[in-house]
Protein backbone atom coordinates (compact mmCIF):
# COMPACT_ATOMS: atom_id res chain seq x y z
CA UNK A 1 0.00 0.00 0.00
CA UNK A 2 1.82 3.58 -0.96
CA UNK A 3 2.27 5.69 1.69
CA UNK A 4 2.03 9.32 -0.45
CA UNK A 5 -0.94 10.19 -2.78
CA UNK A 6 0.20 11.82 -5.80
CA UNK A 7 -1.56 12.92 -9.00
CA UNK A 8 -2.32 9.36 -10.20
CA UNK A 9 -3.76 8.23 -6.93
CA UNK A 10 -5.67 11.11 -6.35
CA UNK A 11 -7.21 10.56 -9.87
CA UNK A 12 -8.45 7.08 -8.23
CA UNK A 13 -9.56 8.44 -5.30
CA UNK A 14 -11.73 10.91 -6.81
CA UNK A 15 -12.64 8.23 -9.44
CA UNK A 16 -14.45 6.24 -6.73
CA UNK A 17 -16.09 9.43 -4.88
CA UNK A 18 -17.47 9.81 -8.38
CA UNK A 19 -18.93 6.76 -8.60
CA UNK A 20 -20.13 6.66 -4.97
CA UNK A 21 -22.53 9.63 -5.43
CA UNK A 22 -23.79 8.37 -8.24
CA UNK A 23 -25.10 5.08 -6.34
CA UNK A 24 -26.50 7.06 -3.42
CA UNK A 25 -28.43 9.50 -5.92
CA UNK A 26 -31.43 8.21 -4.69
CA UNK A 27 -30.96 7.95 -1.03
CA UNK A 28 -29.99 10.98 -0.79
CA UNK A 29 -32.83 12.95 -1.93
CA UNK A 30 -34.72 10.69 -0.29
CA UNK A 31 -33.03 12.14 3.07
CA UNK A 32 -33.22 15.44 1.56
CA UNK A 33 -37.25 15.01 0.80
CA UNK A 34 -37.68 14.35 4.92
CA UNK A 35 -36.24 17.94 5.76
CA UNK A 36 -36.31 19.91 2.32
CA UNK A 37 -37.38 20.18 -1.27
CA UNK A 38 -35.55 16.61 -2.22
CA UNK A 39 -32.93 17.54 -4.83
CA UNK A 40 -29.94 16.84 -3.02
CA UNK A 41 -29.25 13.65 -4.93
CA UNK A 42 -29.87 15.42 -7.57
CA UNK A 43 -27.97 18.21 -7.33
CA UNK A 44 -24.30 15.80 -5.93
CA UNK A 45 -24.48 14.19 -9.34
CA UNK A 46 -24.24 17.28 -11.36
CA UNK A 47 -21.18 17.71 -8.76
CA UNK A 48 -20.13 14.45 -9.58
CA UNK A 49 -20.08 15.39 -13.26
CA UNK A 50 -17.92 18.18 -12.75
CA UNK A 51 -15.52 16.02 -10.51
CA UNK A 52 -15.35 13.22 -13.33
CA UNK A 53 -15.33 15.31 -16.42
CA UNK A 54 -11.45 16.80 -15.23
CA UNK A 55 -10.12 12.96 -14.39
CA UNK A 56 -8.91 12.03 -17.91
CA UNK A 57 -6.86 14.15 -19.94
CA UNK A 58 -5.48 17.10 -17.73
CA UNK A 59 -2.35 17.71 -19.26
CA UNK A 60 -0.75 19.24 -16.36
CA UNK A 61 -0.33 15.91 -14.16
CA UNK A 62 -0.74 18.40 -11.03
CA UNK A 63 -2.56 18.16 -7.82
CA UNK A 64 -3.00 21.82 -7.24
CA UNK A 65 -4.20 22.35 -10.88
CA UNK A 66 -6.48 19.30 -10.82
CA UNK A 67 -8.47 20.18 -7.54
CA UNK A 68 -8.66 23.93 -8.45
CA UNK A 69 -10.09 23.13 -11.12
CA UNK A 70 -12.41 20.63 -9.65
CA UNK A 71 -12.93 23.52 -7.47
CA UNK A 72 -13.94 25.98 -9.73
CA UNK A 73 -15.92 23.68 -12.07
CA UNK A 74 -18.59 22.88 -8.97
CA UNK A 75 -18.96 26.57 -7.88
CA UNK A 76 -20.37 26.63 -11.46
CA UNK A 77 -22.73 24.33 -11.29
CA UNK A 78 -26.57 24.67 -11.12
CA UNK A 79 -26.62 22.60 -7.68
CA UNK A 80 -27.99 25.11 -5.27
CA UNK A 81 -26.26 25.64 -2.21
CA UNK A 82 -23.94 22.53 -2.75
CA UNK A 83 -22.19 23.66 -5.48
CA UNK A 84 -20.67 27.18 -3.35
CA UNK A 85 -19.99 24.05 -0.44
CA UNK A 86 -18.41 21.69 -1.91
CA UNK A 87 -16.55 24.24 -4.69
CA UNK A 88 -14.93 26.40 -1.86
CA UNK A 89 -13.94 22.59 -0.07
CA UNK A 90 -12.07 21.70 -3.16
CA UNK A 91 -10.70 24.89 -3.58
CA UNK A 92 -9.15 24.90 0.06
CA UNK A 93 -8.07 21.56 -0.64
CA UNK A 94 -6.15 23.10 -3.71
CA UNK A 95 -4.66 25.78 -2.28
CA UNK A 96 -3.04 23.64 0.99
CA UNK A 97 -0.97 21.31 -2.06
CA UNK A 98 0.81 24.19 -3.86
CA UNK A 99 3.96 22.96 -5.54
CA UNK A 100 3.62 19.37 -4.29
CA UNK A 101 3.98 16.50 -6.28
CA UNK A 102 2.49 14.22 -3.65
CA UNK A 103 1.41 14.27 0.23
CA UNK A 104 1.43 11.92 3.08
CA UNK A 105 -0.95 11.59 6.37
CA UNK A 106 0.21 15.02 8.02
CA UNK A 107 0.17 16.49 4.44
CA UNK A 108 -3.40 14.90 4.10
CA UNK A 109 -4.22 16.69 7.74
CA UNK A 110 -2.68 19.93 6.78
CA UNK A 111 -5.25 19.68 3.37
CA UNK A 112 -8.66 19.05 4.70
CA UNK A 113 -8.11 21.53 7.63
CA UNK A 114 -7.68 24.04 5.20
CA UNK A 115 -10.59 22.67 3.41
CA UNK A 116 -12.45 23.71 6.31
CA UNK A 117 -11.09 27.46 6.97
CA UNK A 118 -12.14 27.98 3.32
CA UNK A 119 -15.37 26.16 3.38
CA UNK A 120 -15.60 29.16 6.58
CA UNK A 121 -16.40 31.63 3.47
CA UNK A 122 -19.58 30.40 2.80
CA UNK A 123 -21.28 28.94 5.88
CA UNK A 124 -20.79 29.51 9.58
CA UNK A 125 -22.41 26.28 11.03
CA UNK A 126 -20.73 24.79 13.89
CA UNK A 127 -20.97 21.03 14.73
CA UNK A 128 -24.59 20.21 16.19
CA UNK A 129 -25.77 22.56 13.40
CA UNK A 130 -27.13 19.20 11.23
CA UNK A 131 -25.01 20.25 8.06
CA UNK A 132 -22.09 18.90 6.04
CA UNK A 133 -20.08 20.04 9.15
CA UNK A 134 -21.25 17.40 11.24
CA UNK A 135 -19.73 14.65 9.15
CA UNK A 136 -16.60 16.71 8.29
CA UNK A 137 -15.67 18.19 11.44
CA UNK A 138 -15.18 14.22 12.96
CA UNK A 139 -13.46 13.48 9.74
CA UNK A 140 -10.55 16.13 10.57
CA UNK A 141 -10.21 15.47 13.97
CA UNK A 142 -9.82 11.37 12.89
CA UNK A 143 -6.79 12.03 10.35
CA UNK A 144 -4.85 14.83 12.32
CA UNK A 145 -5.47 12.31 15.45
CA UNK A 146 -3.23 9.65 13.05
CA UNK A 147 -1.23 12.36 11.74
CA UNK A 148 -0.03 13.30 15.23
CA UNK A 149 0.20 9.62 15.81
CA UNK A 150 2.24 9.06 12.34
CA UNK A 151 -0.51 6.38 10.77
CA UNK A 152 -0.46 5.13 7.90
CA UNK A 153 -2.79 6.44 4.93
CA UNK A 154 -4.70 3.68 4.85
CA UNK A 155 -5.53 3.58 8.23
CA UNK A 156 -5.54 7.21 8.49
CA UNK A 157 -8.63 6.97 5.50
CA UNK A 158 -10.86 4.29 7.33
CA UNK A 159 -10.26 6.68 10.17
CA UNK A 160 -11.40 9.46 8.80
CA UNK A 161 -14.54 7.45 6.68
CA UNK A 162 -15.80 6.13 9.63
CA UNK A 163 -15.50 9.07 11.49
CA UNK A 164 -17.26 11.13 8.84
CA UNK A 165 -20.28 8.12 8.83
CA UNK A 166 -20.43 8.03 12.62
CA UNK A 167 -21.11 12.26 12.36
CA UNK A 168 -23.24 11.61 9.47
CA UNK A 169 -25.62 9.11 11.41
CA UNK A 170 -25.86 11.31 14.43
CA UNK A 171 -27.60 13.80 13.01
CA UNK A 172 -30.40 12.08 13.13
CA UNK A 173 -30.90 12.96 16.85
CA UNK A 174 -30.40 16.84 15.90
CA UNK A 175 -32.42 19.58 15.10
CA UNK A 176 -31.60 21.66 12.20
CA UNK A 177 -30.14 25.32 12.91
CA UNK A 178 -28.65 25.56 9.56
CA UNK A 179 -29.86 25.34 6.20
CA UNK A 180 -33.74 24.71 4.76
CA UNK A 181 -34.52 22.36 7.15
CA UNK A 182 -34.14 24.88 10.37
CA UNK A 183 -37.53 25.64 8.97
CA UNK A 184 -39.45 22.97 10.02
CA UNK A 185 -38.07 23.04 13.79
CA UNK A 186 -38.35 19.92 15.72
CA UNK A 187 -39.67 18.01 12.68
CA UNK A 188 -36.21 17.88 11.75
CA UNK A 189 -35.23 15.46 14.39
CA UNK A 190 -35.44 11.61 13.79
CA UNK A 191 -33.85 11.90 9.93
CA UNK A 192 -30.04 12.37 8.87
CA UNK A 193 -29.16 15.38 7.00
CA UNK A 194 -28.31 14.57 3.53
CA UNK A 195 -25.37 17.13 3.25
CA UNK A 196 -23.69 15.13 6.35
CA UNK A 197 -24.59 12.01 4.42
CA UNK A 198 -23.16 13.43 1.14
CA UNK A 199 -19.90 14.44 2.81
CA UNK A 200 -19.95 10.99 4.60
CA UNK A 201 -20.08 9.30 1.06
CA UNK A 202 -17.26 11.86 0.22
CA UNK A 203 -14.75 10.48 2.35
CA UNK A 204 -16.21 6.89 1.82
CA UNK A 205 -15.07 7.23 -2.01
CA UNK A 206 -11.57 9.05 -0.54
CA UNK A 207 -10.82 5.51 1.12
CA UNK A 208 -11.78 3.23 -1.72
CA UNK A 209 -10.26 4.83 -4.30
CA UNK A 210 -6.69 4.65 -2.45
CA UNK A 211 -7.51 1.04 -1.07
CA UNK A 212 -9.00 -0.90 -4.05
CA UNK A 213 -8.16 0.92 -6.43
Known amino acids: MPDRIDYDIMVRMLSAVVRRIREAKDTLSTLDAATGDGDHGTAMCKIAYAIAQHLDGNSNDDLQSLLSTIGWSIMG ?92 QQTKNMQASFGRAKNIGERSIGHVDPGAASMSIIFSGLKEGFIDG
Not at 83 to 103: K, Q
Not at 142 to 157: G, I, N, P, Y
Open 77 to 168: TDSGSAGPLYGSWFLGLSESCANSDDFDTTGFAVMIEHSLSNLRNYTNAQPGGKTMIDALCPAIDAVRKAADEQKSLEDTLISAANAAENGA
